[in-house]
C-alpha cells in the first residue's frame, strides 16, 4: 500500500506562485513515476505533469513554461512549483502514483487563482 498527502494548495492573486508537495509513505519502492492532475469544477480531471524516477519530466501544454515538477527520492516527495498563475488554473490539484498493482491517489489540494 501506498499513501499520498498533498499540501500547499491555497488562494493566490493571477500571476502570483505555489508550490505543492506530495509526500508518500508505505510501500515507496514498488512507484516509479508520479504524476499531478488536476480536476476544475465541471471539467475532467486532466494530467498537468509528470516526472519518472530518474527525473524525466512531462507537461501539458498549457503549464510548460510556467510550473516545475521535480521529486526528492530520498525523501519520497513531489514537487510542483507554479509560477506565473492564472485563473483558468483553479482546481483540485491531485498527486498519483501509478503502479503495476494499484494506481494510488492523494485527497487532493485546492487552488485557487483569484484577485
Known amino acids: 500500500q501506498v499513501q499520498l498527502v498533498e499540501s500547499g494548495g491555497g488562494l493566490v492573486q493571477p500571476g502570483g506562485s505555489l508550490r505543492l508537495s506530495c509526500a508518500a509513505s508505505g510501500s515507496t519502492f514498488s512507484i516509479d513515476a508520479m504524476v499531478w492532475y488536476r480536476q476544475a469544477p465541471g471539467k475532467q480531471r486532466e494530467l498537468v505533469a509528470s516526472i519518472t524516477r530518474v527525473g524525466t519530466t512531462n507537461y501539458a501544454d498549457s503549464v510548460k513554461g510556467r510550473f516545475t515538477i521535480s521529486r526528492d527520492n530520498a525523501k519520497n516527495t513531489v514537487y510542483l512549483q507554479m509560477n506565473s498563475l492564472k485563473p483558468e488554473d483553479t482546481a483540485v490539484y491531485y498527486c498519483?502514483?501509478?503502479?503495476?498493482?494499484?494506481?494510488?491517489w492523494g485527497q487532493g489540494t485546492q487552488v485557487t487563482v483569484s484577485s
Open positions: 498519483n502514483a501509478p503502479t503495476v498493482v494499484l494506481d494510488y
